[in-house]
């Protein structure tokens, strides 16, 4: 339920113990269009495993910069996932993480109905770690790419790897943007009814 969603949040953020702990959905969880309260910051980061088992988390709005479902993550695991019907409105935020340090995995994740509108991202709004982003469905998705932003990552700094993605009907943009460090590896990834700007590429080896 959102007050699960919101009891976890305040536990991760006030003891430690439960930021290490693993974390396992038994329902879907609506949030009525509301903003969501992000589970770990940048004091009190989200350190392990949120497994969705196949459950939804839909209606919900990332309104804080950087900030995500989850707000700060290191060293933690995301799987089994669907997440529909959001808007991130924050600014540098990803839908799912708003910034990954260490080393992250999201995998097993359908993320669908999702409209970005200020620098944001699908994923994760600020990498600075080692993210593998694999076996997951981005689809039927809108983005404004005016002030950055893009399809996996807002900005990334450090390693990103994706592995057997499929990107599906989203808005002309960027996959990732803003990569002033480390390149990103794809593997067996498709793009379908997806157009990418024509300079996102650049620094993206397959």
């Known amino acids: ?20 702990a693993h974390y396992a959905m038994d329902a879907d ?11 770990g910051n940048q004091g009190a ?9 196949g459950h939804t988390i839909s209606n919900g709005v990332i309104s804080s910069s950087d900030s995500g479902l989850f ?22 935020s990803g839908l799912l993480i ?25 994923v994760v709004g600020y990498n600075m770690g080692t993210l593998t ?3 997951s469905i981005f689809r039927d998705s809108t983005f404004n790419m ?17 592995i057997n993605n499929v990107l599906l009907n989203l808005t002309p943009g960027q996959l990732i943007s803003h990569i002033p460090g480390e390149q990103v590896t794809m593997t067996h990834n498709y793009f379908c009814e997806t157009n990418f700007y024509e300079t996102d590429l650049y620094s993206v080896r397959e």
């Open 45 to 53: 980061m989200f350190q392990g495993r949120f497994n969705g088992r």
């Open 29 to 39: 969880v609506d949030f009525g269009g509301n903003a969501i309260t992000p589970i």
């Open 71 to 92: 707000g700060y993550v290191y060293g933690a695991s995301i799987i089994n996932l669907q997440v529909k019907n959001f808007s991130v409105t924050g600014f540098s």
């Open 1 to 20: 339920s959102v007050t699960d969603f919101e009891t976890m949040a305040a536990l991760v953020q006030s003891q430690s113990s439960f930021r290490t």
């Open 133 to 135: 982003v694999g076996n």
């Open 146 to 162: 005016e002030g950055g932003g893009g399809y996996i990552a807002a900005e990334c700094e450090k390693p990103l790897y994706l």
């Open 98 to 122: 708003g910034t990954a340090v260490g080393v992250n995995l999201v995998q097993n994740i359908t993320v669908e109905g999702v409209n970005v509108t200020t620098r944001g991202a699908l």
